[in-house]
């Protein structure tokens, strides 16, 4: 439980520095509301987020349990837009130049009760699927939908700290169902412009049991 609110603590912090430095406007699509407010940044992160609060959060499921609301995702409006096209699609049409192109990737299914192990999985199969190694990647995007999930992936795939979800992540930004995917797959294509890096890694797991994870190459 303790690496699990120290891992949710750091999602708010880096989701919290990454608007304060704009690293976020590239991706997201302001929209006005009847009132007039303009939406143009996310609200789930919060600045006064502190390792003793996330301590004080009750166990969610069992009464001796790890998973608390504080250490799990938040569940959240939201939409994402994806284009994708084929090298002949995008001379065809005329389209503008490609943010990245796809290198590889995996799509698994476990038992139901192992889904949390399907992300070690879905991004070794990935990696074997372009042949590279966890070493080429420049930054990962693990989906957060509960903390214990993305440290027990860290931990087996020996992420290094700065690599990962480097704006935070579902913890702090919210799960938004359906779309959460896309949106990893948008921040993380927008890091590796904003950053310089040139190879990334996506995943997320499902919770009847299934894994999907993708490399892509910024071009």
Same mark, same amino acid.
Do not use: R
């Given at each position: 439980k303790e690496a699990q609110d120290a891992f949710s603590y750091q999602s708010h912090v880096?989701? *919290?520095? +990454?608007?304060e430095k704009n690293k976020f406007q590239n991706e997201i699509v302001p929209v006005q509301k009847e009132d007039g407010t303009l939406v143009d940044k996310d609200d789930r992160p919060r600045k006064n987020a502190s390792l003793e609060k996330m301590e004080k959060f009750p166990s969610a499921f069992q %009464? %001796? !349990?790890? *998973?608390? +609301? !504080? =250490?799990a995702s938040a569940p959240a409006d939201g939409a994402a837009v994806l284009l994708l096209a084929s090298a002949e699609a995008i001379k065809k049409y005329n389209l503008s130049k490609p943010k990245a192109k796809i290198? !590889?990737?995996?799509?698994?299914?476990?038992?139901p009760a192992r889904c949390f192990e399907g992300a070690v999985i879905a991004v #070794? %199969?990935?990696l074997k699927a372009c042949g590279l190694s966890l070493h080429d990647i420049d930054l990962f995007e693990i989906g957060e939908s509960f903390a214990s999930q993305v440290v027990w992936t860290q =931990?087996?795939?020996?992420i290094p700290n700065e690599k990962l979800n480097i704006y935070g992540g579902d913890i702090a930004l919210g799960h938004p169902l359906g779309s959460t995917g896309a949106r990893l797959l948008v921040t993380l294509v927008h890091a590796l #412009? =904003?950053?310089n890096k040139k190879l990334g890694l996506v995943s997320l797991c499902f919770g009847s !049991?299934?894994?999907i994870s993708m490399?892509? %190459?910024r071009l």
């Open positions: 880096k989701a *919290v520095s +990454a608007q %009464e %001796e !349990g790890t *998973v608390t +609301a !504080g =250490n290198l !590889g990737y995996a799509s698994i299914a476990l038992d #070794q %199969e990935s =931990n087996q795939l020996k #412009q =904003n950053e !049991g299934g894994a490399v892509i %190459e």
